[in-house]
């Protein structure tokens, strides 16, 4: 039966750099499997690549979990925003996106990661 499986992620885009991942799948192996597929990277996974928790499907919808059945949150300023689903071409690895840079006299915008 699957579950939706919640991981805590390193993620540039967001002004705390951490995100959640959710996933549906049959087990986190297989989740797992389907985030590095996606692009995830093990080194951005906070502590070891282990579901932080799990949910059932009940609580997530179709919109919420999108056709890849992958959402995400980033935790923000003002906490965490709301579940989004990960369209597809949405890169999970920050660093092939955008990264949130930090103006020194505050506030924040967003750019192309560099690839130096």
């Not at 955008?98 to 020194?104: D, G, L």
Request: aromatic share 10%; charged share 25%; net charge neutral.
């Amino acid at each position: 039966m699957d579950q939706v499986y919640v991981y805590e992620v390193e993620d540039g885009r967001a002004a705390s750099w951490t995100a959640e991942i959710a996933v549906q799948a049959e087990s986190p192996a297989s989740a797992l499997r389907v985030l590095r597929d996606a692009g995830l990277r093990k080194s951005q996974f906070h502590g070891s690549a282990r579901p932080t928790r799990t949910i059932s499907c009940a609580e997530f919808s179709d919109a919420t979990l999108g056709s890849l059945r992958i959402a995400r949150r980033a935790f923000e300023d003002c906490g965490w925003e709301p579940w989004a689903p990960v369209p597809a071409g949405f890169a999970l690895n920050w660093r092939d996106g955008e990264v949130r840079v930090h103006h020194p006299t505050g506030g924040s915008f967003r750019r192309p990661h560099d690839r130096g």
